[in-house]
């Protein structure tokens, strides 16, 4: 993706503790795009260690997943062996490396935001055949159940300014902006999750922004400070958490 530190080496092996994203959700995506043909051809973008790519394989006719990252790449070939109608290759989302008209519907999930957007919705264009579709999507928790509200006070005593970053933000308006997509919806899919705390916690370390650096020592201690808060601010036990899939549907323009 990005050239500008959205490099996930150091994350990659906690990606398995972050709750999927909503299978209704999927389900409904694949459905209003019209993905049920034997024929149907998804690139996934920014694959990862395949945490959506497992879930569009069981459901479609063919899938490629592109990932620059070769560590990230590396767990999630293994975590989709078993399928026999994906193959992964490498590329970015501005720079897929697939051919122009090639596939019928592009998937970005939780990681358009780390591309430079436009120049992923040309790539995306470029590669869609007439008539595709554009999907990003994320998996957030809900932050205003309670357990949620204090994550975000813990995290706020450490960093005041902290924010989500793109994210969070709608996409609608940068999508139809771009001139090259139109007929954009909109779906949330909550989603209810029990998790430990263990868990819950090994998950934050899959994340990465301009807060904390996992590659310093800095950066290191001070993650490890808000997860020590979080223990104790929940101690032992589960964590029963709503988690909502938000996704965009972008239809691709007539190409003149």
């Known amino acids: ?39 149907y051809i998804v690139a996934d973008i920014g694959a990862g260690t395949g945490n959506l790519t497992k879930l ?26 078993k399928y026999g109608n994906l193959s992964w290759i490498n590329g970015t989302g501005e720079d897929t490396k697939l051919p122009t008209h090639s596939v019928n519907l592009v998937t970005f999930g939780s990681s358009f935001n780390t591309t430079d957007r436009l120049l992923a919705l040309r790539e995306s264009y470029r590669i869609l055949k007439p008539d595709g579709f554009f999907v990003c999507m994320w998996n957030n928790r809900d932050l205003t159940i309670p357990s949620q509200k204090r994550v975000e006070e813990i995290i706020k005593k450490y960093f005041p300014d902290y924010s ?20 954009v919806s909109f779906f949330e899919f909550p989603k209810m999750v029990e998790v430990s705390l263990d868990d819950y916690c090994e998950a934050w370390k899959s994340v990465k922004n301009k ?9 290191k201690e001070i ?18 958490l709503k988690y909502i899939t938000r996704i965009w549907i972008a239809k691709k323009k007539e190409e003149k």
């Open 1 to 39: 993706m990005k050239n500008d530190g959205w490099d996930y080496s150091t994350q990659a092996r906690y990606y398995e503790k972050r709750p999927n994203y909503s299978d209704e959700g999927i389900d409904y995506m694949l459905n209003f795009v019209g993905a049920n043909k034997e024929d």
């Open 211 to 219: 807060f904390w650096d996992l590659e310093t020592s800095e950066g």
């Open 56 to 81: 569009l394989a069981e459901k479609v006719g063919k899938i490629i997943a592109v990932e620059p990252n070769d560590f990230m790449k590396e767990i999630g070939i293994k975590a989709t062996e």
């Open 223 to 240: 993650l490890e400070k808000i997860i020590q808060d979080i223990k104790k601010e929940f101690r032992e036990g589960g964590l029963n």
């Open 164 to 183: 989500h970053g793109t994210r969070r933000e709608q996409q609608a308006d940068f999508i139809l902006n771009s001139g090259l997509f139109n007929h």
